[in-house]
């Protein structure tokens, strides 16, 4: 049995770039293996937030962790910010990292560009140590993320690394998982680029809660080329591809197999064929998270995760606070 952990962040509603990239495959995993799936509350704080509006976000993403086919049996669902040992444990692994390797982060590099009017807040540089706490902390085996997060993965091992050997082996070094199919699935109206539910244009992504008539409207208008032949060649043809790979996984096809179905016919009905596998996958996860949204059940489920979590994180913030020294020891 292995130990799994992920986390997403509850800014806005999941796109169907989420699911099929990372969301999906949670559902899988559960058998057989340990699994805790955290909403990262905190980590949305790097950037201002509406604070009623992160709170019904944090509630709405674990909506749609359930929904989606997570089993509170056999999962462990929480909220990050109601486990102190994250925040606890990130201070101790900043004081393990270096400045130098903080700053070499894409993403820093990416987000801080974006934020030089108001001034670049601290914790956009100093996230990935609190992304490490919420990995180690459970003492993780596999990190199913996407390509993007790769790079913070690799200095969540090398931190685990470098503080076991300056203390003494306290943290599991994590494997990395990034799925091979689906683990990137790109923006509908620049297919060079990932989805996103940050892009300000609301074309280039479906969420996982659009309705039937939103989601056949971006699909249609989604960016193609102009040779009008469904065939898979992610260079010279990104957006058929990308819709090829969406198709692919919601209806359970191979690409080859959608190729050859599609080889005499525009881009009309393939677009359309393609948003009702989508259409079909969502509609069914929609409805059990309404009715999870408006029953106290959510709030249980969040309370026995909680619980948990706390149990479990709190033993290997122990330890660490002891390599470090910061336990006190009665005389």
Not at 68 to 73: H, N, R
Request: with cysteine.
């Amino acid at each position: 049995m292995s130990k799994i952990f992920s986390g997403i962040q509850p800014s806005g509603t999941l796109t169907l770039g989420n699911y099929l990239g990372a969301m999906k495959n949670f559902v899988d995993m559960q058998d057989g293996n340990e699994c805790f799936f955290c909403i990262v509350d905190q980590h949305a704080i790097t950037v201002p937030q509406d604070r009623l509006a992160l709170r019904e976000n944090s509630r709405s993403l674990a909506a749609l962790y359930l929904a989606a086919g997570i089993d509170p049996d056999k999962s462990t669902v929480f909220i990050q910010s109601e486990v102190p040992a994250h925040a606890q444990l990130a201070w101790i692994l900043q004081c393990t990292s270096y400045i130098g390797e903080l700053e070499r982060m894409t993403q820093f590099k990416d987000k801080s560009l974006k934020q030089k009017e108001g001034g670049v807040s601290a914790g956009l540089l100093t996230y990935p140590p609190l992304m490490a706490a919420d990995i180690l902390l459970y003492n993780t085996d596999i990190v199913p993320v996407g390509e993007d997060q790769k790079q913070h993965l690799e200095l969540t091992r090398n931190l685990a690394e470098r503080f076991n050997n300056r203390y003494y082996e306290v943290f599991k070094v994590p494997e990395v998982q990034i799925p091979k199919v689906g683990a990137r699935i790109m923006s509908l109206t620049d297919p060079t680029k990932k989805m996103s539910k940050s892009d300000d244009n609301k074309k280039a992504f479906i969420s996982m809660l659009d309705d039937e008539k939103q989601i056949m409207k971006k699909v249609k208008s989604a960016v193609t080329d102009s040779e009008g032949i469904v065939r898979y060649d992610k260079e010279n043809k990104p957006g058929v591809s990308n819709l090829l790979t969406i198709y692919s996984i919601c209806a359970n096809r191979s690409i080859e197999e959608l190729v050859e179905a599609y080889k005499d016919k525009g881009y009309g009905e393939f677009k359309t064929d393609t948003a009702e596998a989508i259409i079909n996958v969502l509609k069914p996860i929609q409805e059990r998270y309404h009715q999870l949204m408006e029953s106290e059940k959510l709030d249980d489920i969040l309370d026995e995760g909680a619980e948990r979590a706390n149990r479990a994180a709190s033993k290997t913030l122990q330890k660490a606070m002891n390599a470090v020294g910061l336990v006190r020891k009665r005389r």
